[in-house]
């Protein structure tokens, strides 16, 4: 089945400004590394979708 691509907002956890990232919920885990559009610093994200929706995310600084 494949779903459309989701706008998620969030805070950048090295700037805190918020940003908008798109996610595509088609995999239930998923995990990746997405630079910040306005620190250009790279975000750790990891996101668990359900049924096409996002039921559980996380960005974090990397180590």
């Not at 590394?33 to 600084?61: K, M």
Request: glycine share 2%; with cysteine; charged share 25%.
């Amino acid at each position: 089945m494949m779903h459309d691509l989701v706008e998620h907002r969030f805070s950048c956890p090295y700037c805190w400004e918020s940003i908008t990232m798109l996610l595509e919920p088609s995999s239930a885990d998923q995990a990746y590394v997405e630079d910040c559009e306005v620190c250009c610093n790279p975000i750790s994200l990891r996101f668990r979708a359900e049924d096409g929706a996002i039921v559980d995310f996380h960005a974090e600084q990397l180590a």
